[in-house]
């Protein structure tokens, strides 16, 4: 049932997948439900959620508690093998790394300056573009030393979830969780403003050699670069090739046809 814990012949408090798998596993104790949280995959709406349904918090107004209590709802090894219903939320992995460069890279946020210190601060991070991010992830150890960009696969505690969501598609799981086990999926958008709704979308070149200073300067204008505006031909296929397995996951149990490059 578990995915990774009979990888190792070790104490399975000390297999290290495993455990980084119930490190970013939630319970809703009213359900007896487990939710496998994924950075970038509206992780921070569902934490919300959870936290509120748990009788933690009572609304958004409080919502930063979310960001110190990520493992306050992390089930036992029994509650993770007994539960009644296990979800978990994917999204198109071109997508999911154009996401982190508008946010966390334009943004300069923590996870930016500590992936210029994995670059032993040779990179500049105002002159970064999305071409030089995606090619960087394909020099070990740089695609799993950060959560925002792991691959997804290996945040799965389970071979089997009862639902796999599609971030494309949220409001399936909106409706879904509340039908299965009456939980109130409450919107963080506001919270956190990593989304990027509020901005008009370019389309008109392709900017994946565009730095992100000048990224973060069309954002104080209402503008940003679509998520497909920041790759060409040769980075599509990098990423097909660097994240083929959560490519081949999303394909499985999602659809498709909504990749942003099928």
Same mark, same amino acid.
């Given at each position: 049932?578990?995915?990774?814990?009979?990888?190792?012949?070790?104490?399975?408090?000390?297999?290290?997948?495993?455990?980084?798998?119930?490190?970013?596993?939630?319970?809703?104790?009213?359900?007896?439900?487990?939710?496998?949280?994924?950075?970038?995959?509206?992780?921070?709406?569902?934490?919300?959620?959870?936290?509120?349904?748990?009788?933690?918090?009572?609304?958004?107004?409080?919502?930063?508690?979310?960001? /110190?209590?990520?493992?306050?709802?992390?089930?036992?090894?029994?509650?993770?093998?007994?539960?009644?219903?296990?979800?978990?939320?994917?999204?198109?992995?071109?997508?999911?790394?154009?996401?982190?460069?508008?946010?966390?890279?334009?943004?300069? $946020?923590?996870?930016?300056? /500590?992936?210029?210190?994995?670059?032993?601060? $040779?990179?500049?991070?105002?002159?970064?573009?999305? $071409? /030089?991010?995606?090619?960087?992830?394909?020099?070990?150890?740089?695609?799993?030393?950060?959560?925002?960009?792991?691959?997804?696969?290996?945040?799965?505690?389970?071979?089997?979830?009862?639902?796999?969501?599609?971030?494309?598609?949220?409001?399936?799981?909106?409706?879904?969780?509340?039908?299965?086990?009456?939980?109130?999926?409450?919107?963080?958008?506001?919270?956190?403003?990593?989304?990027?709704?509020?901005?008009?979308?370019?389309?008109?070149?392709?900017?994946?050699?565009?730095?992100?200073?000048?990224?973060?300067?069309?954002?104080?204008?209402?503008?940003?670069?679509?998520?497909?505006?920041?790759?060409?031909?040769?980075?599509?296929?990098?990423?097909?090739?660097?994240?083929?397995?959560?490519?081949?996951?999303?394909?499985?149990?999602?659809?498709?046809?909504?990749?942003?490059?099928?």
């Amino acid at each position: 049932m578990f995915n990774f814990s009979a990888n190792s012949l070790t104490n399975l408090n000390q297999n290290g997948q495993h455990q980084f798998c119930m490190n970013y596993a939630m319970q809703v104790f009213s359900s007896n439900a487990i939710y496998s949280f994924i950075p970038k995959n509206g992780c921070s709406t569902l934490r919300l959620s959870v936290g509120i349904a748990n009788g933690c918090i009572t609304g958004i107004e409080q919502g930063n508690w979310i960001h /110190q209590n990520n493992q306050t709802f992390k089930p036992t090894l029994k509650d993770a093998a007994t539960a009644k219903y296990k979800f978990v939320i994917l999204r198109c992995p071109f997508r999911r790394l154009a996401s982190v460069f508008l946010d966390k890279f334009v943004a300069k $946020e923590l996870d930016a300056w /500590q992936y210029r210190d994995l670059l032993k601060r $040779e990179v500049n991070l105002d002159d970064l573009t999305f $071409e /030089q991010f995606v090619k960087s992830l394909a020099v070990p150890p740089m695609k799993g030393a950060n959560i925002h960009w792991k691959p997804q696969s290996l945040f799965l505690l389970y071979k089997e979830y009862d639902n796999y969501f599609a971030l494309e598609h949220f409001e399936k799981a909106i409706t879904t969780l509340k039908d299965k086990i009456d939980l109130d999926v409450v919107d963080a958008r506001s919270l956190t403003g990593h989304g990027t709704d509020k901005f008009e979308m370019l389309n008109d070149r392709s900017y994946c050699k565009t730095a992100a200073f000048d990224i973060a300067i069309l954002k104080r204008q209402g503008k940003c670069p679509s998520h497909e505006a920041l790759y060409n031909d040769e980075l599509i296929q990098l990423v097909k090739k660097l994240y083929a397995e959560d490519i081949s996951l999303y394909t499985k149990r999602c659809n498709q046809s909504d990749l942003l490059f099928p």
